[in-house]
Each structure stands twice: as C-alpha cells, then as structure tokens.
C-alpha cells in the first residue's frame, strides 16, 4: 500500500500543478491553451510528464471541469450544516457554490459552453456530466428516503439527466445574466429548483396518475 | 414543508402572469354582464359586488405570486382607500402578512454574496425559516451574545424586476380601476421611485438611523437599534423586538388608556415627522408598527418621503382653518396643487371646489377639532362613502388631464393609512395645528 500511494504522489502532483497551471490561463485569457506543448512550456510542466498525464487538451480542459464540479461537491459537503440539509436543499447549495466558484473562470465557461450550446455534449464535458451526476444521485436518493422525490420505477431512472439539463440551462441562463452581482442566476437557480422538485414530489405523480385514470377510459369509451 | 416561493422567473413568465389576471378579470366581467342582463334590478347590485369580490381575488392572487412591484402596488392601494371598490381593499389588505419565503441556502448565499461569510459564521444561532415575510424580503431571527437580532433578507434580483413589474402592471391596473394613463403618469412615477428606494436597504439603513434619531425624544414612541456592520445594500439588521403587531392588538382586550397611548404615540409621531422634519415614515400598515410594554416600536423605514419645503406649505396650507370658508383662498390652493387647472370651466370649477370643500371639512377635522374620538365609526364611514361617491362621481370621472400634486400620493397614503390604524385601535387623540398655522395669541 506504502509503496501504491508513494507511486501516485508524482502523478497526483503533476496533475495537481497541470490544472492549477490550466485555471490561471483561461481566467487570465478566458481561452483555452494553443496545444498541450505550448501549455507545458508556460506552466513550466516537464512536456513529456505533462502528455502522459493529458495527452490532448481536451482531456486537460475535462479534468478541470470534472475537478471543479468535484471541488464543490466536497466543499459543501464538509460543511456542518450539510447532514441536515433537505434534497431540495443540498441541490440549491451546489448551484450557489458551483456559481460563486466558477465566477473567476465566467469568461471562459462563457466561451466554451457558448460554443457548445444548452444541449451540447462534447468530449471535454463528458466527466463533468458524470462527475455531477454522482453527486446528484447522492441528492435523489435523500429525497427518496426523505420522502421529497417519488421513486417512479424506470422513470425515476432519467431524474439524473434531467437534474444535468437543469444544471445546463442554469450555466446557459448565467452566460446571458447581465444583473448586478448575477443576482438574476440566484433567483433563476431558486425558482427551477423549486420547480423541479414541485414536479417530482410524490403527490404530483398521484395527482396525474389520478388524471390519466379518469381520461383514458373515458376516451376508449368515445 | 415546501419552503420555496414560486416567483415568476422571466419577464415573460411574469407578464403572462399578469395578463393572465387581467383575463379572469375581464372573464368576471363577461360573466357579470351576461348574469346583469338576466337579473331584475335589485339582484344586479348584488352581482356587482360579487364582480368586485372575483376580481379582486384573481389579481391579487396574482400580485401576492409575483412579490416584488406588484405586491407593493397592492399595498398602497389596498390603504388608498378612495382608489379602490371595498373588496379589492379586502383581498388586498392581505398582501400584508402573505409573501412566501427564500429557501435557506438562498439566504446562505446572499450571506455569501453581501459578507464573504455564512449567517452562522456572524452569528451564534440564525433562523432557518423565516420569521414573517415581507413583500420584498424576509425576516429572520439571529442572536449573537446573548442579544435578538431580526435581520431582513432581500429576494433577489428584486430592484431589477420592479420596473418591468411596474411597466406590466400599469395598463391592468388602469383597466381594472378605469384610469386614464396619461392622467396618472405622475403618480405611477412617484410609486416607481418611492419603490425602487425601497429595494436599497443602505439607504433604509441611513433612513431608519436617521428619523429614529430625530423622533427619539416622542414619548411613547420607540425604534430598534440598527447594526451598519451586520447591513449592507440586500440585508439589514436590526434590534429583535418582542412585541404584538399593531392590528393584533388593535383587535384584542386592551383597555381604553392603552389605546389612547398608543393612538397618541401614532399621531405624535407622524405630527412631528411631517410638520418638523418634512420626512416620514410612509408605509403605516399596521405589520409596520409593534406596541411592547406600553410602547409604540416602529420598524421598517424602507418607504419614506422627504417634502420641499414649497411643497409642504402648498400641501398642509389645506389645513387653514379659514380656508373653507374664503372662496379666494380655496380656489388659490387648489390651483397650486394643481387639483384646478386652468382650462376647466365653469361647472367643472364649481363641481370640484364643492367636492374640495366636502373633503376638506371631513379630512381635516381632527386637525381643527383639537381632539378625535377615532373610536367613533361614523367617521371612517363618512370617509369611505366620500370615497365610493367620489370615485362614482360621472361629471368627476370625465375630467380629462393629470391632476394633484405628485407628492400627495404618498402624503394620501401615510394620512389614510394613519387614520385606518387609528380608527382600528379606536384611540381617543389629542390634535393640534402645525404651530405656523395656529392663530396668534393676542
């Protein structure tokens, strides 16, 4: 074991330096690196270490934002407030965070998810979507336990994408977001996470279910 | 419990909302009409008052889901009492109590964004549900060595969408009371800046430390201390008073002398802020005012009007006793608050100074009476009809062109407001005449 982890301190390290070396570029340039060479040479990242650790910059740029939902996920979570927390809370606070957090790299996110679109899933966005979604699964099965989110059999296996459009529209609307301290995202994040919980709570299933019982006999019988 | 508000989000959303009111408005309306022509005379009257009452639900069910520049609109109306029908007045005189809160992290991070630091970072122990709502902001209750504080948390991107808010609202809110838009231009503007002041809690902050110093010495009256270092432009944070809201005790046992007390504390206190300071406290529904110990505690100071000098001697000369019985004198007041204008003619002139007169005689009565028996209910009732008869006025409705100093808006509101709160706490008040108005001892 002594010896697995004395092996992963260069690599965690490297990795380490590579993705500060990645946030200070693109919130000084709010772009990307020319090429992987010409980052490592900046970054002062021996080229071939560098490489081998990302060996295209759209895998750097996936590791920075994979690590930045990452490094939000655990910050909230160390918080002494977190285990009280409601689902519907737990959600709210990661948005908040992750928009405080990402406000130093805005012009770049601007750029990048702007290029990509609300509904775009490139390759540098791959393990970000995974990444948030191990954190929102986390979220939904407090709300099932906690009674706040219906467990809806193999409907209930699209919540995680749908939480992930919510999280896309949410980055989408901040890009537009023109208000003073981008007090308009907060509400927007208030407003369509309370929504999204209004639609998954238990009695608003029921009350459809109840509805499509009563229409379609009704219509059979037309 | 679902703790989150289900504010319209878009500029779209929130216009739909309000078309969406003005819809059912004008569905009452159809409805109305088609039962009117079925019904024999004496039913119609019932069905119009059953109109007033749809219709008044629809909107301010309306407003009360969109916070922000609607529910404050609703507010001053519902005290403006010679605007609106009663039962708008009903529905909406429960704006008062009604906003839903801000979910906790949404206050965490307003926190986050206004101090760098959580509530439980600045203080020991922090509320996470709200204490009573506002129609702006929320009130929680912190503590922090051993001391109550309330601290007022702005929704947010709230002073953002007032304006739209205001802009939507304005051609419903005509149909609805059957204004002409350029006739309450002025006014609509005087509403938009006195509520787009509110939304800036740094000024409330300057405000409130300001008028609390000022009115210190009125005996009866009280404010809480308020703290710059825990405020900033969307929190404020103030003294936690443990009192009854004004309306609780207005309606429960307390005894005559109590009433009296406070009822004095009220009076003196708007006396002195309007005649000596030129600058008062707007906003007097009763979730404003808290009586504890005997004491009238006085909160939120987000709606205030400062008066010129110019426009408080044209506005309280109104209050000269020789006025109503010297035609050239009445006349010259009215056509400084431009409540007159130039090209009315004759009957329009007579027909306006007539009802000027009738209004005057009523409003200012306790002010030349010397004492007012607020308890009594003829008065308020002789009010309100004046209202209802004036607002059904054909010949006044046809007047064309603004009338009415701008200002008076919020002069009406604080006057009618007060009177209301008076007249619900049936205090008996002692009165006087601002000093300048006083006839000379010889």
């Keep these: 074991m002594a010896e697995d982890v004395n092996d992963a301190k260069p690599d965690a390290a490297l990795r380490e330096k590579a993705l500060g070396a990645f946030g200070a570029h693109v919130k000084e340039r709010g772009a ?4 992987i060479a010409q980052f490592c040479r900046d970054g002062e990242i021996p080229e071939s270490a560098g490489q081998t ?8 740029e996936s590791a920075f934002w994979s690590e930045l939902v990452e490094r939000v996920a655990d910050a909230i979570a160390a918080g002494a407030e977190w ?17 405080e957090e990402a406000l130093p790299y805005r012009a770049f996110l601007d750029s990048r998810f702007g290029e990509s679109g609300a509904l775009g899933r490139p390759e540098w966005l791959e393990s970000f979507e995974a990444r948030y979604e191990d954190f929102v699964a986390g979220v939904i099965a407090q709300g099932e336990a906690g009674g706040e989110i219906a467990d809806r059999g193999c409907f209930a296996r699209l919540y995680p994408v749908s939480f992930y459009q919510l999280f896309r529209a949410t980055i989408d609307f901040h890009r537009k977001d023109e208000s003073a301290k981008f007090e308009r995202t907060d509400a927007y994040i208030e407003k369509t996470v309370n929504l999204a919980f209004e639609l998954l709570r238990p009695n608003a299933f029921h009350a459809a279910l109840d509805l499509l019982r009563f229409i379609l006999p009704a219509r059979g019988q037309a | 419990m679902n703790e989150q508000d289900s504010i319209k989000s878009t500029r779209l959303g929130r216009t739909a909302a309000l078309a969406g009111a003005g819809a059912k408005v004008g569905l009452n309306y159809l409805k109305y009409y088609g039962r009117r022509a ?86 020991e122990t922090f509320g996470r549900q709200a204490a009573s709502g506002a129609s702006i902001g929320q009130v929680h209750r912190a503590a922090r060595g051993g001391h109550q504080f309330a601290v007022k948390v702005q929704y947010p991107g709230v002073a953002e969408s007032l304006k739209n808010d205001l802009r939507v609202i304005k051609p419903i809110a005509l149909r609805v009371l059957g204004l002409r838009e350029r006739d309450v231009a002025e006014y609509f503007a005087e509403v ?45 944070t103030m003294d936690w008073i443990d009192g009854v809201p004004l309306d609780r005790f207005a309606d429960g046992p307390a005894d005559q002398a109590a009433r009296d007390r406070i009822g004095q504390a009220l009076w003196d206190f708007y006396a002195y802020q309007i005649h000596t300071l030129h600058l008062f406290h707007a906003d007097p529904h009763p979730g404003n005012f808290l009586v504890c110990d005997g004491d009238l505690w006085v909160l939120d100071f987000g709606c205030t009007k400062a008066l010129s000098d110019e426009v408080y001697f044209k506005q309280f000369r109104l209050l000269d006793p020789t006025l109503v019985d ?24 007579r027909r306006l100074t007539e009802i000027f007169r009738e209004s005057l005689e009523l409003l200012a009565r306790p002010f030349r009476a010397g004492s007012q028996d607020f308890g009594d209910p003829e008065f308020m009732a002789a009010i309100f009809r004046m209202g209802q008869a004036n607002s059904q006025d054909e010949q006044l409705r046809r007047l064309r062109g603004p009338r009415g100093s701008p200002h008076a808006v919020y002069v009406n509101r604080a006057f009618f407001g007060l009177y209301s709160l008076l007249s619900r706490l049936r205090a008996r008040v002692q009165t006087s005449l601002p000093e300048w108005l006083c006839p000379a001892v010889v």
């Design chain 2, 326 to 349: 010297d035609p050239a004198k009445i006349e010259q007041a009215m056509l400084d608050l431009r409540l007159l204008l130039p090209q009315d003619d004759v009957a329009a002139r």
């Design chain 1, 83 to 99: 285990p009280t927390f409601t689902a519907r809370q737990q959600l709210l606070t990661f948005l908040f965070t992750f928009f």
């Design chain 1, 32 to 35: 990307r690196p020319e090429s």
């Design chain 2, 38 to 123: 079925l019904a024999t005379k004496s039913g119609a009257a019932a069905l119009e008052a059953e109109l007033h009452e749809a219709n008044a639900a629809e909107v301010y069910q309306t407003f009360s889901q969109l916070k922000g520049g609607p529910l404050k609109l609703a507010q001053i109306l519902s005290i403006d009492k010679n605007i609106l029908p009663a039962a708008y007045l009903k529905q909406f005189a429960q704006a008062q109590y009604s906003a839903p809160p801000l979910s906790y992290p949404l206050v965490v991070r307003t926190f986050q964004r206004e101090f760098r630091k959580t509530p439980t970072e600045l203080f």
């Design chain 1, 53 to 60: 650790a990302f060996p295209t910059l759209d895998a750097l």
């Design chain 2, 192 to 236: 938009q800046t006195r509520l787009l002041e509110e939304t800036d809690y740094a000024l409330e902050l300057e405000r409130s430390m300001k008028l609390g110093r000022a009115c210190a010495h009125l005996a009866g009256v009280r404010f809480p201390i308020y703290y710059p270092d825990l405020s900033s432009a969307r929190i404020l």
